[in-house]
């Protein structure tokens, strides 16, 4: 008690501060996501500061920089040159993607992340075709999403990610991946990913207008035993990994799932979590070391490894620990 005990004796000196650090973020720990489209060249997109839609050729690019910095992996998103209500185009091995997937999986050792899902694909901004009564139809989904993972797989993804919140997608896909020879590829479900406005920026991003809203599907954000239940599921099912989405807003999913699973944790800090952070500090509203103490926070919940759109510029600060 005091006067004899005195927290401040370890915060003195900054090598004791780093001496006894007990959480922090490196290169290592970071997932760079990355929108392909077929185009010309790269196209900034307005939402969301410094971040860009890629050609193919300039992904690759990218990839091979995102390598060098220590990142070891990338998660790709596709924005398709056709759309319609199946989200064909999703599958189709001559899409951006599946390109970029070949390509950085050629040319580089990065472990590639597919997301899989629909809704950048299908024309009315849906994770999966929709019934007359306008509900998305999951069983019918989740064949798509089997054809889907098998394309990205073909493609060379090492890991495939279902975002779209159908029941028994996990199931689904780890089922289409091993009858067709894909027993090494990885699921990664976004366990718990949750109806949330944070995804607003993604929206230009990606390119995908939604008719309606996702509250049929996504999970609504005062729930937290729900969360507990989706994670479970999708270890059954076969998960080997669990994700919780957003991430800073729902640090407590992201450690009751640490604390329930011992399957990495992954955590998505996702595109309105980064054009907050980063207009506040643009706006000099906050200082730049906010952006890391953000995934600093997202570590200390638990999770092992982060999806940001900050990986590349963290990674040129912190260097691989
Ligand atoms: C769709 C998907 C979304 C994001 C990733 N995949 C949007 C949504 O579910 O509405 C959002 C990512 C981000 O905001 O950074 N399955």
Known sequence: MFPEKRMRRVRGKESTRHLFEENQVASSDLIQPLFVEHRDEPVNI???????????????????EVEELGIPAVILFGVPSYKDGQGSSAWDPSEAVQEAIRRI??????TVIADTCLCEYTDHGHCGPVN???????DRTLNILGRVAVSQAEAGADIVAPSGMMDGMVQAIREALDSDGYKHVAVVSYSAKYCSGFYG???????????GHRGTYQMQPGQRREAAVENRLDVEEGADALMVKPAMPYLDIVRDTRNRHDLPVLAYQV???????????????????AKKESLVAIKRAGADAVITYFAEEIAKQTGSG
């Open 132 to 138: 007359e009564n306008g509900s998305v139809a999951n």
């Open 201 to 211: 920026p993604f929206r230009e991003a990606a390119e995908s207008e939604l008719l």
């Open 105 to 110: 999986s050629e040319e580089t050792g990065l």
């Open 46 to 64: 307005e939402s969301m500061p410094e971040v860009q839609r890629l050609d193919v050729e300039s992904a690759v690019e990218k990839a091979v």
């Open 271 to 289: 595109s309105g979590e980064y054009s907050m952070l980063y207009s506040a500090v643009e706006n000099g509203l906050l200082p730049e070391e």
